[in-house]
């Protein structure tokens, strides 16, 4: 990058400005040729498109490789471990501690150890009532008072840890006044919740906030939006821990994180937080079962509700990879999510994907009308030249057919006489008899530095003379009837016709082209249109239609050689009515037949060579067309589906080179 410098001119250093300015455009042949390849194939661009990402290209992943990855992690995490680990641990230390009691009462004749024996042996059934119970007991053993405590800290750290990450390990051993310090987060953080859901400015309260409690928090989130984000989605996972629990199990844990809230003074601003958090974020799946753990091993609450965190945020991010929702974008995959789940590397992966969609339509090969993509012009030529490459690929390997020619040549062939040169003219120039002429004019005239050069006017120049050539006005029909994409041969047939459209337009200009597809009635097909049409769901074989617009096209080019191609795969099955309503039957009715070929001897008549290529051996089908032809001239070709373009190809390159002169 250079910056002017005052009187000492540029001074040059790294780019830092963005994308590197020199760097070269990105490729995007292969993606426009394989979504090609897909909406020739019937696939309508958008489908095209989501199927390419699918894919990936270039080493690049895609969403469908990237998203059984995701899967596998599921896979993985769905064997974390059992949700009910706390509750276990807890009935274990209750029985260490009963056990230990007992032991301590047992040798004592006391009454009063009678009575404790007797209470013990009247504890409730359920662990949270034998703990509710157990509160205020004076245990006579240290080991049972030891056990019961480590019940009252379990529960205390577990139930934070469940609202809050890594709370367990903070608040291991912890005082009265690492209590108090959670109590007073607890009630600053309702206050930055519900002064965020009153739309106020929380960013300086924010500051002071985390100035404050900034270490239980130790993802350091960086905004009020992002603490709020992972404090809701960890409530809403701590419900759906719940939910996955048996409902013995559910009731038993409620009633002891209530009675541990209660106990720390915590149970009213809990509640509170927690309702302000799905205010905060009402489209999370608050209180839904979703996947849980089903592990061997026995997890804490904190880690389970973790657990199934993750779980949700893998089947999220699983359900963005597969964007089979309304409305789905590569936008909507979180980034950050995808890249705890699979790595950098899968991030820049999704990143290349989403390149390539920017750049389909900033390089103006995608257009986007209301909401809708289409192939732009640009994109349809370049199907049309790759479509064509690959025939001519076919055909050269064949040994037969024209294929690419580097060198200049004439329109015609050389008669041996040239003439004077006319604005326009596209013939190869006479060097010869340009440079005599220029000698000729200068010969007597003296030159200005006494020099001997020749100097070559305008006047000078001629160029040689050709034959005529006539051009050839060419009619396409293609048959767009369902039989076509049953039998697997619609793909084959538009690709065929873009073949050739360009081979037209590109290589012989003087000719002119009409593609025209027809089903239950005929019409008129822009290359555009061709490369995102569909078969026609409507039953019917319009050939006879088909070739009354062929003929209208042919008379707007009296001056050229008429040729008409037609790739069907079934004899005619409709026709126009006297009122030019369509009529249909099967099979074929007499009617049909007639008017068809009343139509085939009028293209006959306008001298148009006819040529049918039939892409389906049914006996009545190739009777028919070996009778079209005979009364038009033409040829009948029955080609592999695989092999049409380079029949159509082959013949129209055929016809053209043999045609008489007009």
């Known amino acids: 990058m250079a910056r002017p410098r005052p009187g000492k001119g540029y001074r040059y250093g790294r780019w830092r400005g963005g994308p590197d300015p020199l760097a070269p455009p990105y490729d995007l042949g292969s993606a426009v040729d394989e979504i090609g390849d897909s909406v020739l194939g019937g696939s309508g661009v958008r489908e095209a498109l989501r199927e390419l990402l699918r894919r990936g290209m270039d080493g690049r ?19 974390a471990g059992r949700m009910d680990g706390t ?30 024996e007797a209470e013990l042996d009247a504890l409730p059934q359920d662990t949270a009532g034998a703990v509710r119970a157990l509160k205020d007991y004076p245990f006579r053993s240290p080991e049972a008072r030891e056990a019961y405590d480590r019940i009252q800290d379990l529960l205390r750290r577990e139930v934070l840890d469940s609202s809050f990450a890594n709370m367990k390990q903070a608040l291991e051993n912890a005082s009265e006044q690492d209590m108090q310090a959670v109590k007073d987060m607890v009630a600053d953080l309702s206050r930055l919740v519900d002064a965020h859901n009153r739309g106020e400015d929380t960013d300086e309260q924010f500051r002071e906030f985390m100035d404050k409690h900034g270490q239980f928090f130790p993802d350091d989130p960086q905004s009020v939006e992002e603490l709020i984000d992972s404090l809701a989605r960890r409530a809403a996972a701590q419900e759906r821990m ?6 013995e199990q559910r009731a038993e844990l409620s009633d002891l994180m209530a009675q541990t809230m209660s106990d720390m003074g915590l149970a009213s601003e809990m509640a509170h937080l927690q309702d302000a958090l799905r205010q905060a974020r009402p489209d999370l799946p608050w209180g839904q079962r979703g ?29 963005q990879l597969s964007q089979g929702y309304a409305g789905a974008s590569l936008a909507d995959v979180d980034e950050e999510l995808l890249e705890q789940a699979l790595g950098r590397e899968a991030v820049d992966d999704l990143a290349a994907l989403r390149q390539m969609e920017r750049e389909l339509e900033r390089q103006g090969y995608l257009n986007r009308s209301d909401g809708r ?16 490459r690959r025939v001519f690929a076919k055909l050269d390997a064949a040994g037969r057919g024209e294929h690419d020619v580097a060198d200049a040549g004439a329109a015609g062939e050389l ?19 340009t440079v005599r002429n220029a000698v000729l004019r200068t010969a007597g005239a003296p030159s200005g530095d006494g020099g001997r050069r020749v100097r070559i006017a305008v006047e000078d120049f001629e160029v040689v003379e050709t034959e005529r050539r006539t051009g050839a006005a060419v ?10 994409a049953l039998r697997g041969t619609w793909g084959a047939a538009k690709s ?29 097909l822009k290359p555009e249109t061709l490369a995102e049409l569909s078969v026609d769901t409507l039953q019917g074989t319009n050939l006879q239609h088909g070739l009354m617009l062929a003929r209208r096209f042919l008379a707007r080019h009296r001056d050229a050689e008429p040729v008409v191609l037609v790739v069907t795969d079934g004899e005619p099955t409709a026709h126009l009515e006297e009122d030019g309503t369509p009529y249909f039957c099967w099979p074929p009715m007499p009617e049909t037949i007639a008017k068809t070929v009343a139509e085939v001897e009028r293209v006959a008549r306008s001298g148009a060579t006819l040529n049918v290529f039939a892409l389906d051996p049914e006996p009545s089908l190739v009777h028919f067309v070996h009778d079209i032809t005979a009364r038009a001239g033409g040829r009948v070709f029955t080609p592999d589906s695989d092999r049409l373009g380079e029949y159509v190809v082959a013949d129209y390159l055929r016809t053209r080179r043999g045609r008489r002169a007009r």
């Open 475 to 484: 009619a396409l029909l293609v048959d767009l009837s369902y039989s076509m």
């Open 242 to 247: 719940m939910a996955g629990l048996s409902p």
């Open 415 to 433: 008669t041996g006489s040239s003439r004077e040169w006319q604005f326009g003219d596209e013939q190869p120039l006479d060097v010869v008899r």
């Open 87 to 116: 509750l276990q641990e807890v009935r274990e230390l209750l029985d260490r501690a009963l056990e230990a009691e007992r032991r301590a009462l047992f040798p004592d004749p006391d009454d009063a150890a009678r009575l404790a």
């Open 373 to 388: 993509l289409e192939l732009s012009p640009k994109a349809v030529r370049r199907l049309g030249a790759t479509a064509l």
């Open 61 to 79: 992943r895609g969403l469908d490789e990237l998203r059984r990855s995701v899967r596998e992690r599921l896979r993985q995490a769905r064997t």
């Open 496 to 524: 065929t016709a873009m073949a050739l459209h360009s081979l037209v337009t590109t290589r012989f200009p003087q000719d002119a082209i009409q593609i025209i597809g027809f089903s239950s009635t005929a019409q008129v």
């Open 291 to 319: 996947q849980v753990p089903d592990g061997e091993q026995g997890l804490g609450m904190g880690d389970a509700t973790t657990a199934v965190a993750e779980l949700a945020d893998l089947e999220a991010l699983s359900n």
